[in-house]
């Protein structure tokens, strides 16, 4: 197999795959339709276009419906992860809470494993239980606990790969599996830890792919978004019921996120390589308790992070050999890596899950939900591998 038919996500696609031939006006980069509506010549051309008979198939009335930007942006992301389209939304959350509104009802049940991103946890436990849909939360990777949790009324299993903060890696053959001998399952992967250059959800049977575009896909920490990839007739059910719930991307955050992508797959294989870099260099310190990452052989998801993924992706976590404060002296003495929430952007982020993420929960609040207090999260950027390492490995030599 080549090394493109390995990782058809390549440099190439994330150049130019689901881009147009020409453009209006012949310009290389995508102009921005920064427009909320859009006109019509005559009342007969209106007619014409809500008759469906409009000679551009590409046509938008209003920009809650459509924006040619976005669209450019949401068939790049479908062309990367291999789906038939796909739909944008104004960040992750708003993917995911739209997806599972538009497409569960009072009396279902989904099923979610307990690592998966803690606000879509949230949202199905606080506000999907509100109208009627029930939910079960089974352990991490679990496939009997998932076989018995799936009832005649399940309509989503939800997942993650690799998931936050300890990167567990889902076995999403077995998982799809499990779930399709059950009949109308649909199973939805949130994949933006993995991205397409890493892992391609889709290609496992996954019904619809879920990505915070903030993350890898835009790349540089200065925009929201998110996208659902999947088959035609899902995705056109959710682009109808984005139209009524708004959560619609804006055209120049759709601009930022496809220039982003240009360059994912630069930047995803370069994370890829500082990441083990770093997480090769941890294992082997004195003050590293434990560390957390795919493709070391010491994870628990190596054997299946090998099989089904090209790389291990960007972020690295890993237990501090001392208490919350020494922790925070490790954090605090990266000079590179910044203190900030988020990841998969050009810039080393690093944090301490117990004081962000985590901070409403005392010590056995923590120690319940599996967060050490000595845990470190790093989100390693694009800066040079030798220069990350450098940055984490000097602050631990300080301890
Ligand atoms: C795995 C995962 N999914 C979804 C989200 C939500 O994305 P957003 O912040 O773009 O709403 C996040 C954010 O951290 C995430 O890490």
Excluded: W
């Excluded at 427009?35 to 209003?62: C, I, V």
């Excluded at 991307?249 to 390589?273: C, E, M, S, Y």
């Amino acid at each position: 197999m080549s090394e493109k038919e390995k990782n058809p996500a390549g440099s190439t696609a994330s150049v130019h795959a689901g881009t147009p031939a020409v453009r209006a006006h012949n310009t290389l980069a995508p102009g921005i339709a920064q427009t909320a509506t859009f006109t019509f010549q005559s009342t007969e051309d209106l007619e014409q276009y809500m008759r469906g008979q409009d000679d551009d198939p590409e046509r938008e009335e209003y920009g809650r419906y459509g924006n040619p930007t976005v669209r450019e942006l949401e068939r790049r992301v479908a062309a990367l992860e291999g789906a038939d389209d796909s739909v944008a939304f104004s960040s992750g959350m708003a993917a995911i809470t739209s997806a599972l509104l538009t497409m569960t009802k009072s009396g279902d049940h989904v099923v979610l494993f307990n690592d998966c991103y803690r606000r879509t946890r949230q949202f199905v436990s606080t506000v999907l239980t509100r109208y009627g849909v029930e939910q079960t939360l089974i352990p991490a990777g679990d496939m009997k606990a998932l076989d018995a949790a799936i009832q005649k009324n399940t309509k989503f299993v939800i997942s993650e790969s690799p998931t936050n903060p300890y990167l567990d890696c889902c076995d999403l053959k077995e998982l799809v599996r499990v779930a399709k001998s059950h009949g109308r399952v649909r199973v939805m992967v949130d994949s933006t830890f993995a991205t397409p250059v890493n892992c391609r959800p889709g290609e496992f049977g996954a019904d619809l792919v879920v990505h915070s575009a903030t993350k890898y896909l835009s790349g540089h920490n200065d925009v929201l978004g998110g996208l659902v990839a999947g088959p035609s007739h899902l995705i056109s059910l959710l682009r109808d019921s984005r139209g009524v719930l708004g959560s619609v991307l804006d055209p120049h955050a759709a601009f930022l996120i496809a220039r982003g992508l240009k360059t994912l797959n630069l930047r995803v294989l370069r994370q890829n390589a500082t990441a083990l870099a770093v997480a090769t260099a941890l294992e082997k310190h004195p003050k590293v308790e434990r560390v957390f990452y795919p493709m070391l052989p010491s994870h628990a998801s190596y054997a299946i992070a090998k099989e089904q993924m090209a790389g291990g992706g960007g972020v690295v976590s890993f237990i501090v050999k001392g208490d919350r404060k020494e922790t925070s002296k490790v954090v605090d003495g990266c000079k590179l890596a910044k203190i900030a929430a988020s990841l998969g952007g050009v810039e080393t982020l690093i944090e301490q899950p117990a004081i962000m993420s985590y901070f409403e929960l005392d010590e056995e609040g923590l120690s319940k939900v599996g967060i050490s207090s000595s845990l470190i999260r790093l989100s390693v950027g694009v800066e040079d591998t030798e220069d990350v390492v450098g940055d984490v490995i000097g602050s631990l030599d300080q301890l």
